[in-house]
Nanobody, 121 residues
Framework: QVQLVESGGGLVQTGGSLRLSCAASARTFSNYAMGWFRQAPGKEREFVAAISGLRFSTTYADPVKGRFTISRDNTKNTVYLQMNSLKPEDTAVYYC??????????????WGQGTQVTVSS
């Protein structure tokens, strides 16, 4: 069982930046592809970004391309989401997720508890 703990959420003004972190308890963190998802009030959870475990390949949802950057440090068992040029529509609970395979793909096996990001207009 892998435990995921997010941090770094908060309140920021439009145009501001935040960096989310997700610490994982995995023994071999590089064996897991990691992703970020978000869920806004009244909406379904949606994919934001993902990064593979070994080659650090990345993929992003269209609404965040060019503004968000996902990265990871396998020596610290941590994945990050740098969010720049934030917009009110980015307001959501952000979830970290882990996949029991180092490559990118659908289906995640582990989820964090979420961290709230609020962007004021």
């Amino acid at each position: 069982q892998v435990q995921l703990v997010e941090s770094g959420g908060g309140l920021v003004q439009t145009g501001g930046s935040l960096r989310l972190s997700c610490a994982a308890s995995a023994r071999t963190f590089s064996n897991y592809a990691m992703g970020w998802f978000r869920q806004a009030p009244g909406k379904e959870r949606e994919f934001v970004a993902a990064i593979s475990g070994l080659r650090f390949s990345t993929t992003y949802a269209d609404p965040v391309k060019g503004r968000f950057t996902i990265s990871r440090d396998n020596t610290k068992n941590t994945v990050y989401l740098q969010m720049n040029s934030l917009k009110p529509e980015d307001t959501a609970v952000y979830y970290c997720a882990g996949r029991r395979w180092p490559g990118l793909g659908d289906g995640y096996d582990y989820w964090g508890q979420g961290t709230q990001v609020t962007v004021s207009s």
